[in-house]
């Protein structure tokens, strides 16, 4: 994704612009206990009206900058606002969810406490209408007077939210026990998969099995010409045309066409596995796109795609079931 440098700016300055929503929300109670004097309460109820919206207003620019940041970081899907968790091993994007909520219902409650405090001083000016300006809170009840009860209550929920939210965020820039303890698993797990940077076993496709003798005119990948090659007890299976076991894997090799003719130029290499839960399992593999055709896969000089890759999702609508045999 190529972003403005001014939406760069906002989003990877999330971390800085927290802290004005943060620090005004931080005071916020004490200008609000303020007003309960019998002192000026007018004054401080107007200020802590003040600072609960500019709290407010500037929370909203946070906001979008954090999501910004995240779909930069691609911990949140392009268009979404949220992140998606398939695991329970995705420690950062669990507490990127809770952080989201933590910050979503602190804007709530200060939009509620906001309108609370907007009350407080409008009822001040009525009040203002009759009477000396320094008598008018004596006859009210303790909280009853300056911003009100209602609204410091509200007012530190929305502090103890976004606190919350404050902290989760450091946990997510510095690091926990437990979020260390993913990414070292995550690490660990790259190395144990063998494939995680070439499709070692499509490449030996020679190894395997070819289900025709000659190469075919492929309409479905591409226009290119390929050749089938299955794994050995499953290659019974595959020419009768029937479903193949879990563990059985098939790779089509591919010739790009020259006037009617496979050419001597290589194409990409098409991975299908049966896995465990009997689905399939695809991968593309293009370790060369020629310049002319890479428009055809988003202007890339090198492709490997893997399951779940939302790339593949164009296979599926021909292998949802597994193999496919049409020729
Ligand atoms: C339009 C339907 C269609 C699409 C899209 C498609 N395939 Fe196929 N695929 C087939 C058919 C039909 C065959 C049988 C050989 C042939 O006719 O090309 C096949 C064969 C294969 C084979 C050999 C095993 C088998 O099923 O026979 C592999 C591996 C494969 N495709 C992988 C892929 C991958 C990976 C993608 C996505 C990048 C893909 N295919 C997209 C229809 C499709």
Partial sequence: MTASPFLEFIAREHPAFVHVPLGLVATLPLAMLASFRSRSPERWTRTAFFMALVGLASSAVA???????????????????????????????????????????????GCLCVFLLWRAWHKDNQAALGGSPHRRHEGRRLWERGVGAPALAVGLMWLGAWGFCGKLGGIMVFGNEETNKAAAEAVEAKRLDAEAEVPVRALDYASLEPAEAVPFLSKAHGNRWGRIWVTASAIDAYKAGKPLESGAYAVMSTYEDHGGKPS??????????????RKPKLAFYWPRVPEAQRAEVGGKDFVYWRSPDPHLASCLVCHAQGIAQSK
Avoid: C, N, T
Wanted: hydrophobic fraction near 55%.
């Fill in 63 to 109: 906001i979008f900058s954090g999501l910004m940041w995240g779909r930069q970081i691609a911990l949140i899907p392009g268009g979404g606002f949220f992140p998606v968790v398939a695991s329970g091993k995705q420690v950062l994007q669990r507490i990127l969810q809770l952080h989201e909520m933590a910050a979503l219902g602190g804007f709530l409650l």
């Fill in 264 to 277: 001597e130029d290589v194409g990409p290499l098409y991975f299908l596995e049966i896995a465990a839960d």
